[in-house]
């Protein structure tokens, strides 16, 4: 099969259609006035920009490669509250341990690019519990708590977000990853109005005939999707008209501080004074949460997505094929696939034996989902925690710098919500639930 190769860094955004955001007249007591720097335009970044901007702060957001890119450009585009589970699950740390002499299963660890792989990949292995996993489901399940309003929110304000409202549906092979699955949602949708339904195997094939061998399924009619890079450039055009100062194109060298208050960030070209910083960088906030004096786990994790034009295969709704662990996303006039972690530093290459992999693993539910017209081929590096949780809030040992970083592949489900819970900590000085303590960046430190 050929392909065109992309990068996460090396694609311009599309900018949907441009309109202003209204300032809050009402303004917390606490609320920090003056120079906002928000330190990434990925989705998270430029989502706690939107929430922070709404409360009337002035916000400059700077990063290093072009905006809305990198993790967030290539992924399926889901808004799942019921899959937003941790990465290190109970049954993950045996399997792992064997993905790391071979290249054949969903997660592949190469230890040996990154010094930090190994410490963190002890963290990992030890969050691979039950009690971790259920306290993880538990801290997802509150952030996500208002994300279905927060999208419809968005929609109401004017924004282009492109969402589709067909549900997803998991299909699962086994019996054992069909209960697993159940289980989960029971914790991550806790709503009895939620519209979930757990199907058989021909109800499974009603809803979706294209799926083969599967021994049954779940579906989720609540849950979304959007193209990605589309929202990215809505998002980014609606911040811009409504006077939030862009820089991109550059990196930043430095964090200037006089005790425990940032007073500035410098970048290879300027200099942006601050009495608020907002470190949103993606994979790479851990390395510039060392300049700030703190400790911040965060590796990158590299993933793929496969995108055909014309597709022959006709998919009715989001698939998430479960064993295989890939995301299918149908969009007008496409289909994209997304799957596998790729733990080896910062490297944007794109294995071919990976691709082939992942494209055999979807063909055996799937048969003949490649076919059409192109595929193209794409990898970002996401943001990933030994615990697979994010990382929200005040940063250790200052004052005036916060964290928004570590969603893994929840980025496009938690973005707003990430967005108003940090503007509602810069507010009040506090979170608003407790459980979602669990997210504070002192956790590591």
């Not at 990925?42 to 989502?47: A, E, N, T, V």
């Not at 399997?95 to 290249?103: E, F, H, K, T």
């Not at 199907?199 to 779940?218: F, S």
């Not at 004074?273 to 590299?302: E, I, N, Y």
């Amino acid at each position: 099969m050929l392909y065109r190769i992309y990068y996460g860094d090396r694609r311009t955004a599309n900018r949907g259609t441009q309109r202003p955001v209204p300032g809050i007249a009402e303004r917390g007591e606490r609320l920090l006035m003056g120079d906002v720097v928000v330190i990434g335009a990925g989705i998270i970044g430029l989502s706690c920009a939107y929430s922070l901007r709404r409360r009337g702060l002035d916000v400059t957001v700077v990063e290093r490669e072009t905006p809305g890119v990198g993790a967030s450009w290539g992924n399926t585009g889901w808004i799942t509250r019921g899959l937003s589970t941790p990465l290190p699950g109970p049954d993950v740390r045996r399997a792992s341990i064997g993905w790391l002499v071979r290249r054949s299963g969903p997660l592949t660890i190469r230890p040996w690019r990154d010094l930090r792989i190994p410490s963190w990949l002890w963290r990992f292995w030890g969050k691979c519990n039950e009690r971790d996993y259920a306290a993880g489901l538990s801290a997802l399940a509150a952030l996500n708590e208002r994300t279905g309003e927060l999208f419809d929110a968005l929609e109401t304000d004017g924004m282009a977000l492109g969402l589709e409202r067909r549900g997803v549906l998991v299909a699962c092979r086994t019996g054992a990853r069909l209960e697993r699955v159940r289980g989960d949602l029971e914790v991550a949708v806790a709503d009895p109005d939620a519209d979930v339904s757990v199907l058989g195997r021909e109800a499974v094939r009603e809803t979706e005939p294209a799926l083969r061998d599967v021994v049954g399924g779940v579906l989720i009619e609540s849950d979304r999707h959007l193209r990605p890079e589309t929202w990215g450039g809505s998002l980014l055009a609606d911040l811009q008209s409504a006077g939030v100062q862009t820089e991109f194109g550059e990196e930043i060298l430095e964090l200037e501080r006089e005790g425990c208050r940032v007073t500035g960030v410098v970048g290879r070209r300027n200099r942006w004074p601050s009495d608020l910083v907002v470190l949103a960088a993606g994979a790479w906030s851990g390395r510039l949460a060392r300049r700030m004096g703190f400790a911040l786990p965060v590796l990158a994790g590299k993933g793929y997505s496969m995108t055909v034009a014309g597709p022959r295969l006709s998919v009715r709704r989001p698939v998430y094929l479960s064993e295989a662990k890939i995301a299918v996303s149908p969009y007008p006039g496409t289909l994209r696939l997304s799957g596998t972690m790729e733990i080896s530093g910062f490297d944007l290459g794109i294995d071919r034996r990976r691709l082939a992999r992942m494209q055999s693993a979807a063909d055996s539910f799937l048969p003949g989902w490649s076919r059409g017209r192109e595929c193209d081929a794409w990898a970002g590096l996401r943001p990933i925690t030994p615990d697979g949780l994010p990382v929200i809030g005040r940063a250790p040992g200052l004052d005036n710098a916060y964290v928004a970083t570590g969603h893994g592949m929840l980025g496009m489900t938690l973005a707003p919500a990430t967005g108003e819970v940090l503007a509602t900590m810069i507010e009040g000085g506090r979170t608003i639930d407790k459980a979602l303590e669990r997210l504070d960046p002192v956790r590591f430190n």
